[in-house]
């Protein structure tokens, strides 16, 4: 589903992903995790081409981009319509309603009818438990449901993977339980999704598998049990070690 092969991604003189190789089935749920710095943010942003890669090459399914050579706009643009992202911050629009957020995507970039769109829409807020305040603004929202609606908006593109940016650290603790929630049904619905988080508890009880990434590169990567209570490599153990105290 998902295949990274040799990615680099450069700013200036600092190198920021240094070959970075990952696989990951359809329907599994990947958990990155590791300190700030670390590249976590910029590998998710390589995966849609947000951030375009210095070298290496990204597939989604039959999909490729090689950076390698000159990638076409046309091809980022469509490779980017697989992939669907919920950002640390909900950066909904403002000026229009939780509906309206969730149905400007397939109306704007895929051309798709306002009706077709609009029940989907519906259905996909009823999804993350907001039906009843489709009709509100951003601002009528707690931090908690203006993310959900996040999820709705990104779901509304009908993606082949998920992508999350630590959606839950500009939340209060009370409202991070909703949230978790949404993306575990959608893990158990079989949605490939790949999370950015410190969420510890979720990525123990949700993910296929964790990976541990340090000054750009993947240290290590296992299923939650060994990852968590039997870490092979020293800064990972320091790393956990932190996070857990």
Do not use: W
């Amino acid at each position: 589903m998902i295949s990274v092969k040799g990615l680099y991604k450069q700013f200036d003189d600092l190198q920021v992903l240094k070959d970075i190789n990952i696989d990951i089935e359809q329907g599994k749920v990947v958990v990155v995790i590791g300190p700030s710095g670390s590249g976590k943010t910029t590998l998710l942003r390589c995966l849609n081409v947000l951030e375009t890669p210095t070298s290496g090459a990204v597939a989604i399914g039959d999909q490729q981009l090689d950076f390698s050579q000159k990638v076409d706009r046309k091809a980022i643009a469509n490779f980017r319509r697989l992939t669907g992202m919920v950002f640390q911050n909900y950066n909904l629009f403002p000026h229009m309603t939780a509906l309206q957020n969730v149905m400007e995507g397939p109306i704007t970039v895929k051309k798709e009818a306002k009706s077709v769109v609009e029940e989907r829409a519906k259905e996909l807020l009823k999804k993350v438990g907001l039906h009843d305040k489709m009709d509100y603004y951003p601002f009528q929202l707690s931090g908690g449901q203006q993310q959900r609606v996040g999820i709705a908006r990104a779901l509304a593109m009908e993606p082949n993977v998920m992508l999350f940016d630590e959606p839950t650290s500009a939340l209060d603790p009370e409202l991070v339980g909703e949230v978790l929630q949404v993306m575990k049904d959608l893990a158990k619905e079989g949605m490939t999704m790949v999370v950015v988080t410190h969420e510890m508890k979720f990525a123990n009880e949700v993910a296929d598998e964790v990976i541990f990434m340090d000054n750009g590169v993947i240290m290590e990567r296992n299923v939650p049990d060994v990852m968590f209570q039997s870490p092979k490599e020293e800064r990972t153990k320091q790393f956990l070690r932190l996070i857990q105290e």
